[in-house]
Each structure stands twice: as C-alpha cells, then as structure tokens.
T-cell receptor, first 111, second 116 residues
Framework: DAKTTQPTSMDCAEGRAANLPCNHSTISGNEYVYWYRQIHSQGPQYIIHGLKNNETNEMASLIITEDRKSSTLILPHATLRDTAVYYCIVRVMGSARQLTFGSGTQLTVLP | GAVVSQHPSRVICKSGTSVKIECRSLDFQATTMFWYRQFPKQSLMLMATSNEGSKATYEQGVEKDKFLINHASLTLSTLTVTSAHPEDSSFYIC????????????FGDGTRLSIL
C-alpha cells in the first residue's frame, strides 16, 4: 500500500471548516484513500473513503486531486468533539489485508 | 449499522493472570477480524488477523502462544492474553470489515489493559 504523509498537528477554530491534507504521491490506480479518526481512548472511527471522485457524507467531504497524489478531508463546521487524531490511509482495491495506520494529524478544535 | 462491540472496556489485574477480550460484530457477519495494539502516544499496530474457522495469522514479533485468538463464529472473535505481565499493558482494539474487501473496517472502542 502507498505511503501517506500528513502534518503532525493542526488547530482549527470552532465553527470554521477544518481542512486536513494528505499526500500520497506514490498511489496506484487501484488504491483507495480512506480517512479515519481516533478520539482519545477510543477506537478509530471510519469517516469516508474514495477512489478518484470527490465524496461527501454526513460527516465530511473528501477532495481528491485529479492526479490522485493528494487529498483533503474537510469537516465543514468543526466542533470541539472533532478534536482527534485523523488518519489518511491508502489501500489497494479488493485487498483482504488490514488497514495500516501511520502517525496521523492531531486536530485540535479551539473554542 | 456496522457496529463492533468490544468487552471489557477496561481491565486491571495482577501479573501472571490471563485476560480474555471479546470482539463482536453486532449487525453484520465478519469472516475476518483484526486485532491491534496501541501504546501511549503511538499509532495502532496490527497484532494478528483472525479468520473464522481457521487459525489466526500473527504479525512478526507477536507471540501466538501468548496472545491466543479464537474466531469461532462469524460475529465473535476473542483475544486471550495469557500469563500477562506489566509490559503487556496496552490499549487493545479489534476491527471487522463489513461486506467485501473494498468496504471500510469498523473498530471497537478498545480495551485498556493494565497489569499490576
């Protein structure tokens, strides 16, 4: 699976949009981009995933660049409860293997 | 949907005892479940892949005789930490995938194990 690079930490004001970047410059055509988050002392929570089209659900939007070498997770109106470590993971389509976690981005939403 | 339940959420026990952790997929069947371990301020590390009806596959460096995994049904996998020692204290998290391989993995809320 392709390696991802994320900033170590970010801050965001409550009520504003949080934009979390992820670089995956070695991504292959058959690899999906997944986003998870982990609130302190809890298990990871699935947020969203996509292949090449932008995706949106009730939690967030995922914007993938046309060359697929980077993506951005957008939380449109961040709340204090969105403070967590956010993981961007790239995974081969159809693979039975597990998700592999990197270091992620610690997002802190400030009041 | 896609709820993974893990029990217990926290265990404190004496050195030398064995501890069993249960992982259940509540509203879906999971032929494969995954067990992760997370030390403070570190990311999740895969310990083993649990397959229903067959032996688990362990990652390098994980002792299969110490971390016993049983996946007897499509909705239940158990991890038993045998003869636990203080260095086994960690946050253990299970995960299951709903449906096909392209579907997301869903995670339990983890078990905080503290060995005194």
């Amino acid at each position: 699976d392709a390696k991802t690079t994320q900033p170590t930490s970010m801050d965001c004001a409550e009520g504003r949009a949080a934009n979390l970047p992820c670089n995956h410059s070695t991504i292959s055509g058959n690899e999906y981009v997944y986003w998870y988050r982990q609130i302190h002392s809890q298990g990871p929570q699935y947020i969203i995933h996509g292949l090449k089209n932008n995706e949106t659900n009730e939690m967030a939007s995922l914007i993938i660049t046309e060359d697929r070498k980077s993506s951005t997770l957008i939380l449109p109106h961040a709340t204090l409860r969105d403070t967590a470590v956010y993981y961007c993971i790239v995974r081969v389509m159809g693979s039975a293997r597990q998700l592999t976690f990197g270091s992620g981005t610690q997002l802190t939403v400030l009041p | 949907g896609a709820v993974v339940s893990q029990h217990p959420s926290r265990v404190i026990c004496k050195s030398g005892t064995s501890v069993k952790i249960e992982c259940r997929s509540l509203d879906f069947q999971a032929t494969t479940m995954f067990w992760y371990r997370q030390f403070p301020k570190q990311s999740l590390m895969l310990m083993a892949t649990s397959n229903e009806g067959s032996k688990a596959t362990y990652e390098q460096g994980v002792e299969k005789d110490k971390f016993l995994i049983n996946h007897a049904s499509l909705t239940l996998s158990t991890l038993t930490v045998t003869s636990a020692h203080p260095e086994d204290s960690s946050f253990y998290i299970c995960s299951a995938r709903q449906g096909g391989n392209n579907q997301p993995q869903h995670f339990g809320d983890g078990t905080r194990l503290s060995i005194l």
